[in-house]
């Protein structure tokens, strides 16, 4: 048998962060369906510092409450707390609103290899994982604790020199809720468990950029930029189901899980290119290229090195650029709100799982 530890644990300061996380929740109830109807599950336990969470996850979860404030959370100390307080054997790690399309059938094989063999660990993606499996789950006490998730992929393979086994790349693993434009891409699309779509019809969101994008995508040999953190699979899944001519400009990818964002050594040419000429003239030139265009906004704002919140960011991704309190992430937004080409601003999400999205969704159509 294989215990689960999710984490979800959020701290709003904003209309548009509680959205977030409404949804999270719902995508929560979701996956914890699936999670508990597997044979291979013991026991499933949720960190949290949302005591309103309980409630909704149900008597056959164990809630540990978490009372350190988000800026405190460790991720690594918390989990061996939990594996060392339980005696864990085996373990699935994930965020509450992590792999929201994830079906039962792969969550289901990811324990089987886990089970089958010690000194192995699945994950769903090499840098950015969003759910990481691995047996036994005490190697933790051996190393130097991973302050993230994405951490703890490097430890597993690196440090602990654990065989890596990579779930298959389909839209169930590859499509996360980190953004506000995550709940755009699905809100206007057939995905998504019965919690998850109810919470997404109640948010009554303007997806009219998204759509426009789609009909891009549906067209005949369009030119599509993708900015950021960009990766081969992502582009592959473009250029094998859509008819389209890519501009891809990929810097920093694995800023985060390298702890470059921490650290803030986050450099990108196209921020400087910014620097000179601004939003305006970007998005004026960006125009004359291409048809449409996907931008991971979180490699250009990091490179800015400006103090910048969460609901800044989550607005940019809305195009509510009037309620974006930073002047160059407000006039970037702005600029792309108002561009003549349809622009979807986002994170690395943005780049990855939606694209899986677009084409479960309308690559058959072409």
């Given at each position: 048998?294989?215990?689960?530890?999710?984490?979800?644990?959020?701290?709003?300061?904003?209309?548009?962060?509680?959205?977030?996380?409404?949804?999270?929740?719902?995508?929560?109830?979701?996956?914890?369906?699936?999670?508990?109807?597997?044979?291979?599950?013991?026991?499933?336990?949720?960190?949290?510092?949302?005591?309103?969470?309980?409630?909704?996850?149900?008597?056959?979860?164990?809630?540990?409450?978490?009372?350190?404030?988000?800026?405190?959370?460790?991720?690594?100390?918390?989990?061996?707390?939990?594996?060392?307080?339980?005696?864990?054997?085996?373990?699935?790690?994930?965020?509450?609103?992590?792999?929201?399309?994830?079906?039962?059938?792969?969550?289901?094989e990811?324990?089987?290899?886990?089970?089958?063999?010690?000194?192995?660990?699945?994950?769903?993606?090499?840098?950015?994982?969003?759910?990481?499996?691995?047996?036994?789950?005490?190697?933790?006490?051996?190393?130097?604790?991973?302050?993230?998730?994405?951490?703890?992929?490097l430890?597993?393979?690196?440090?602990?020199?654990?065989?890596?086994?990579?779930?298959p790349?389909?839209?169930?693993?590859?499509?996360?809720?980190?953004?506000?434009?995550d709940?755009?891409?699905?809100?206007?699309?057939?995905?998504?468990?019965?919690?998850?779509?109810?919470?997404?019809?109640?948010?009554?969101?303007?997806?009219?950029?998204?759509?426009?994008?789609?009909?891009?995508?549906k067209?005949?040999?369009?030119?599509?930029?993708?900015?950021?953190?960009?990766?081969?699979?992502a582009i592959?899944?473009?250029?094998?189901?859509?008819?389209?001519?890519?501009?891809?400009?990929?810097?920093?990818?694995?800023?985060?899980?390298?702890?470059?964002?921490?650290?803030?050594?986050?450099?990108?040419?196209?921020?400087?290119?910014?620097?000179?000429?601004?939003?305006?003239?970007?998005?004026?030139?960006?125009?004359?290229?291409?048809?449409?265009?996907?931008?991971?906004?979180?490699?250009?704002?990091?490179?800015?090195?400006?103090?910048?919140?969460?609901?800044?960011?989550?607005?940019?991704?809305l195009?509510?650029?009037?309620?974006?309190?930073?002047?160059?992430?407000?006039?970037?937004?702005?600029?792309?709100?108002?561009?003549?080409?349809?622009?979807?601003?986002?994170?690395?999400?943005?780049?990855?799982?939606?694209?899986?999205?677009?084409?479960?969704?309308?690559?058959?159509?072409?």
């Amino acid at each position: 048998m294989i215990d689960v530890v999710i984490f979800e644990g959020n701290e709003a300061h904003s209309a548009v962060e509680e959205m977030l996380i409404c949804a999270r929740r719902a995508a929560l109830q979701d996956n914890l369906a699936k999670l508990l109807s597997l044979p291979e599950v013991g026991r499933v336990f949720l960190s949290t510092n949302q005591p309103e969470i309980a409630a909704l996850a149900g008597s056959e979860v164990h809630i540990e409450m978490n009372e350190a404030a988000p800026a405190d959370f460790h991720f690594g100390r918390e989990l061996l707390r939990l594996v060392q307080k339980h005696q864990m054997q085996a373990v699935i790690c994930l965020g509450g609103a992590a792999l929201p399309l994830v079906q039962r059938e792969e969550l289901a094989e990811a324990c089987r290899r886990v089970l089958e063999k010690q000194g192995r660990y699945v994950t769903n993606n090499v840098q950015s994982a969003d759910m990481v499996a691995f047996n036994p789950a005490e190697v933790l006490s051996r190393h130097e604790l991973p302050a993230t998730d994405n951490a703890l992929v490097l430890l597993l393979r690196y440090d602990a020199r654990f065989e890596q086994n990579l779930m298959p790349t389909t839209l169930g693993t590859q499509f996360d809720i980190d953004t506000p434009s995550d709940l755009l891409v699905l809100a206007d699309s057939p995905f998504g468990g019965p919690h998850l779509r109810k919470a997404l019809d109640e948010l009554q969101l303007d997806t009219t950029a998204v759509r426009r994008l789609k009909d891009v995508l549906k067209s005949n040999y369009p030119d599509v930029a993708m900015i950021g953190r960009i990766g081969a699979p992502a582009i592959a899944r473009i250029n094998h189901n859509f008819k389209v001519r890519l501009r891809i400009f990929s810097e920093e990818r694995g800023m985060k899980a390298l702890g470059r964002l921490d650290r803030n050594e986050v450099v990108s040419l196209l921020g400087f290119w910014l620097e000179e000429i601004g939003p305006d003239r970007f998005f004026s030139y960006l125009e004359q290229t291409v048809d449409a265009a996907l931008i991971d906004t979180r490699v250009l704002f990091a490179h800015m090195k400006q103090p910048l919140s969460d609901a800044d960011r989550f607005y940019s991704d809305l195009g509510d650029y009037e309620k974006v309190q930073n002047p160059f992430v407000r006039e970037f937004t702005r600029a792309a709100t108002q561009s003549k080409i349809p622009v979807l601003l986002g994170g690395h999400s943005l780049v990855t799982g939606c694209i899986w999205a677009f084409v479960e969704e309308i690559g058959c159509m072409i």
